[in-house]
């Protein structure tokens, strides 16, 4: 195996060696030591003596694992050119998957280069471009996907994916699309998503709408949400409803026009983001639902309480004292069932329990005392 270093990768990079294919052979040590030892007991060693002792394999293997996970991440982030492969398969299926890999790079370039030749445009998604250039080179539609501005009206913000997979270069600039379908649209007729024939223009930067953090809406204030806090989404799609009127969520909220809309949740909030001239702009109705409030468990009347506090567990006992039908001797049936009712709840509603109850049953009722063993009752 072979140890690089960040010195040496930025070494390269000064040299402006980029690979176009780094492949990370994937083995667990212990087989790394026992493949080590095969070749030690190999017959067909070179004359020249080999640095493959144990000591020396353990020296590199922890430098590998010091400095791969930055390297790894490096060329990830910066290049996109990491391949990983299981490097416990035979050699012969990892040459034939790195054979693959290559020609499959290789054979993307070569479109590359004759499509911009011939004035049209070409995916880049194996060309090692940062995103430092890709921000130098982006088009008029920044990293909004110009297919879906045009076809839909829609602003589909492709920044959330680092993947160049769906981006594409014309005219020397770089434009990025929301899914295959609407890069093969691209490649096929970029002229008329493009200016000077693209319907709809990229909105100017303070027109477009702009995700918001819990944190960032907090430090807004005084500004307050739009709609009283009420998810315009929901509102809109819910045909203006009564019943559409469903309060937002400060997690997923947006900032629009120098308004703030918060929303019901993530997929109301990428509604929004892609059309938020369609749900920026609505009137609440005159008639609003009364604004929940939580209340403690301990500030409700008695009967509340009981209702929110032991109602199901009141069911489960008065539902059990049915099927069992107890009687003890010398008691009423009246006196059995609350006594019975008492220790269900005894057992099922205040843990941990006292023995002193359940041991009444011991001899008299021993489904119980079964019953009550099987649900963790001691």
């Not at 001239?277 to 409030?293: A, D, G, Q, R």
């Amino acid at each position: 195996s072979v140890s690089v270093c960040i010195k040496q990768v930025n070494l390269l990079e000064s040299a402006r060696i980029i690979p176009v294919k780094i492949f990370e052979l994937e083995m667990d040590a212990k087989e790394v030591f026992r493949r080590a030892l095969l070749d030690k007991e190999s017959t067909n060693r070179p004359p020249y003596p080999d640095h493959d002792s144990s000591q020396i394999l353990a020296i590199k293997n922890s430098c590998y694992k010091q400095h791969i996970d930055a390297i790894r991440t490096y060329y990830k982030k910066e290049h996109q050119n990491w391949c990983v492969i299981d490097a416990c398969q035979s050699k012969w299926w990892i040459w034939n998957k790195v054979l693959q890999e290559v020609q499959v790079v290789v054979k993307e370039i070569q479109i590359y280069l004759e499509r911009v030749k011939e004035g049209k445009a070409a995916g880049i998604a194996d060309l090692c471009i940062t995103p430092e250039e890709l921000r130098y080179r982006l088009g008029e539609f920044g990293q909004y996907c110009p297919v879906s501005l045009a076809e839909k009206g829609e602003l589909v913000d492709c920044s959330v994916m680092s993947s160049l997979q769906f981006a594409a270069e014309f005219r020397g600039h770089y434009y990025k699309m929301a899914s295959q379908e609407e890069l093969d649209k691209f490649l096929s007729r970029p002229e008329v998503y493009v200016p000077p024939l693209a319907p709809h223009p990229l909105p100017p930067p303070d027109k477009l709408p702009e995700k918001l953090t819990a944190a960032e809406v907090k430090a807004l204030f005084p500004i307050s949400a739009e709609m009283q806090g009420y998810c315009p989404v929901t509102y809109l799609d819910g045909k203006q409803r009564y019943e559409a009127l469903v309060p937002g969520n400060i997690e997923y909220a947006a900032k629009y026009q120098e308004k703030v809309y918060i929303f019901e949740s993530e997929e109301k909030l990428l509604k929004f983001m892609r059309l938020p001239e369609k749900y920026w702009n609505l009137k609440l109705p005159h008639k609003l639902p009364p604004i929940k409030e939580p209340i403690l468990l301990t500030a409700l009347p008695l009967a509340g309480y009981l209702e929110q506090g032991v109602a199901t567990s009141l069911i489960k006992a008065l539902n059990e004292v049915g099927c069992l039908k107890p009687k003890f001797p010398f008691l009423s049936v009246k006196k059995t069932a609350l006594l019975f009712v008492a220790c269900h709840l005894k057992v099922f509603l205040c843990p941990p329990w006292e023995n002193t109850v359940i041991y009444q049953f011991k001899y008299t009722q021993p489904s119980f005392l079964a019953m009550c063993k099987d649900q963790g009752g001691k």
